[in-house]
């Protein structure tokens, strides 16, 4: 006797499965900057609609997007944690 097709709602699943077992390459880039004056700060047309500053303290790593993003914010502050870190050594 011959396997019966699936349901429709079993092949929807079955693609959401696929999708979510492939992996997808993404580099994103964290850096950090210190900025002295914001007065000449603009967005470029079409490619930011705005902007938001933030004490990276007030940010929830579970309110952004990207795990990715999530890891980092975490990284950073373990990094901000360091005893030997913002202590000015090493600088001219």
Same mark, same amino acid.
């Given at each position: 006797m011959a396997a019966l097709p699936p349901l429709r709602h079993e092949k929807r699943n079955q693609r959401q499965s696929a999708i979510r077992l492939r992996r997808v390459r993404v580099t994103d880039l964290f850096f950090v900057v210190e900025v002295h004056d914001f007065d000449a700060i603009a967005a470029q047309p079409g490619e930011v609609d705005g902007w938001t500053f933030l004490p #990276? =303290? %007030? #940010? $929830? $790593? =579970? %309110?952004?997007?990207?795990?990715?993003h999530q890891r980092a914010l975490q990284q950073y502050r373990k990094h901000q944690r360091r005893p030997d870190v913002n202590t000015g050594a090493g600088e001219d």
């Open positions: #990276v =303290e %007030s #940010v $929830a $790593a =579970e %309110s952004l997007a990207f795990d990715t």
